[in-house]
């Protein structure tokens, strides 16, 4: 559909963010953060436990994590698709540092807009995700908020990106 200057573009219902979240999360399974980034609104926000994004960022984290991911895969299910909003379960496992199996089961709440992904949050359980990433010592630490900011000022300096605030 071509829109002119000022039109606004219809609701999307049920069906069309269903498909959106199978599409964002189909590149997601095959690695192409590529395609990913072209689904977020230039607008766009992202937020989980290590990272708290907007525009370009967003699309820059997803095209790093995922040319360094090793042995990784995705499972996920739409728990809910609905007018601009969709729920989705998943469960990632990786090799984190290349080394640390690592499993990590989101739950990822996304709001769209004129076909793209307006905000986006991850959320996860950060002390079980910090045992296996990091070791078992880091778990208890995880709890405690100048870890987290380490951690997301150390992911987000790695990806060339700006650290959470």
Known sequence: ?????????????????????????????????????AMYAPDATFEDEVFRLQGADIGRMWIGLLKRAKDFSVTYAIAQADDARGTVDLTARYLFGGRRPVVNVIRAKLELAN???????????????????????????????????????RAARGLGLPPKP
């Open 115 to 153: 076909g793209k992904i307006q905000r986006h949050v991850d959320q996860f359980d950060f002390p079980r995700w910090a045992g296996q990433a990091l070791g078992a010592w880091a778990g208890p630490l995880a709890r405690f908020s100048w870890f987290r900011r380490r951690v997301s000022r």
């Open 1 to 37: 559909m071509t829109q002119g200057a000022g039109t606004k573009m219809p609701p999307m219902g049920a069906a069309e963010t269903r498909e959106t979240l199978e599409r964002f999360y189909g590149a997601l399974g095959r690695r192409d953060g590529e395609a990913m980034a």
